[in-house]
């Protein structure tokens, strides 16, 4: 039976959220979590988890280029250590190296405005994250 896989890019102001198909191949972004409390932010996650049949989360690890932690890194990982207590699933992180960076050229070169790629960058960079890991063939992506 093939089950779904969330993407998250996970930001200090938002969570973006991706799905993957039930087949494992392509990523679609979903929703924006708008952050409010740490308890209440990980209980929104792990509702979209149930409600779509989640069986592995896949968050988006922000690096520097040369592969070591950036600054956000710790918070990231502090967020997934938590996520990872409560959830029933496996949480994963996934290199996210210029994840935010290639969506945004995607909508700029689509002509998209200033206004509304503030909108829907952050989703759009967890079906990146999600994508990636997907087309890896890594355990669980297929």
């Known amino acids: 039976m093939a089950v779904r896989i969330l993407g998250l890019d996970i930001g200090k102001k938002t969570i973006g959220v991706a799905l993957s198909d039930e087949a494992g191949i392509t990523a679609q972004p979903l929703l924006l979590i708008k952050r409010s409390s740490l308890a209440k932010d990980l209980e929104d996650v792990l509702r979209i988890a149930r409600e779509n049949s989640v069986g592995r989360i896949v968050a988006g690890l922000p690096l520097n280029m040369d592969g070591t932690e950036s600054s956000t890194t710790g918070f990231v990982l502090k967020f997934v250590e938590l996520l990872r207590a409560k ?10 190296r210029l994840s935010t960076a290639a969506v945004e050229r995607v909508l700029i070169e689509g002509d998209v405005s200033r206004s509304r790629r503030k909108e829907v960058i952050d989703k759009m960079a967890a079906s ?3 994508q990636g890991y997907l087309d890896s063939g890594a355990p669980g992506s297929l």
């Open 87 to 96: 959830s029933p699933v496996p949480v994963i992180t996934w290199d996210e």
């Open 128 to 130: 990146y994250i999600l």
